[in-house]
């Protein structure tokens, strides 16, 4: 757990787990390119992945964004809300970036079945409930985590949405249809909660690499080329899901290459 400001908003990372993959596995296509980037892995080659979620407090409203992996593997989500000082009843909205189940984890309690965020609003992007629900078979996470919320506390959106006075939703599609990151815009600063736009370092620095986990190869390529030039200039502070501990940082782009530096 860690904390950082934009403005008046408190943005604070909570990590769920760290898991480590294949980088060769992550970018099937990129062959030899990928020796290049060494650096970012370990002796076997793989890349540690970060599973963060992200609270963000303005004012009395306390918005967090994803929900983790969840028990099954093993997640720190609620341990790490308490050392936040934050009870699972103070959370008034819950908002998603996509609906994979790395991002989904944390929504219902196994033991009661029920909302673990009992008092929150669920914000659910509506291309990816289109898209999740009309899969054959339905994804277990999709049932599990999303389709047992109860529809009262359920609202799907779509385009840019505003959350507070300092917090809106923008598409950010790609990853999956409806992939949804969030900007922070408070007494002139700027933030951003990335999502999976940018998954490692290594896209970062090279954002053509195909990514085996993207819905749409080229959609998310011109996405992220996009999202990473505007964060580079307006100098955001980014929240991102998977880049490393704890997922701050800012895009800069120096002689036309960009990176990931950590904040």
Aim: some cysteine.
């Amino acid at each position: 757990m860690e904390r950082r400001t934009v403005g008046a908003v408190e943005v604070i990372a909570l990590i769920d787990t760290v898991q480590s993959y294949s980088a060769s596995a992550i970018y099937p296509n990129a062959g030899s390119s990928l020796s290049r980037f060494s650096g970012y892995m370990d002796a076997d080659g793989a890349v540690a992945l970060n599973f963060a979620a992200f609270l963000l407090v303005d004012g009395d409203q306390r918005v967090l964004v994803d929900t983790g992996w969840g028990p099954e593997f093993q997640g720190k989500l609620p341990e790490e809300l308490r050392a936040a000082g934050i009870d699972a009843e103070e959370i008034t909205q819950v908002t998603f970036t996509h609906l994979h189940g790395d991002h989904t984890g944390w929504n219902i309690d196994r033991d009661s079945g029920m909302p673990l965020f009992p008092n929150a609003r669920y914000l659910v992007p509506k291309k990816d409930w289109d898209h999740y629900a009309a899969q054959a078979p339905i994804p277990d996470s999709f049932t599990r985590d999303i389709a047992a919320l109860p529809p009262s506390q359920v609202t799907l959106i779509d385009g840019e949405t505003r959350l507070t006075s300092s917090l809106t939703t923008l598409q950010t599609p790609g990853h999956t249809p409806g992939h949804t990151s969030v900007v922070i815009s408070s007494n002139g600063e700027r933030g951003f909660i990335l999502g999976d736009v940018v998954l490692t370092p290594i896209d970062a620095e090279m954002p053509s690499l195909d990514c085996s986990f993207d819905w749409d190869h080229e959609i998310a390529r011109i996405t992220r080329e996009a999202i990473m030039a505007r964060l580079a200039a307006d100098r955001s502070l980014v929240g991102a899901s998977h880049l490393p501990v704890p997922g701050f940082g800012h895009f800069v782009s120096s002689s036309g290459q960009m990176r990931w530096a950590p904040a």
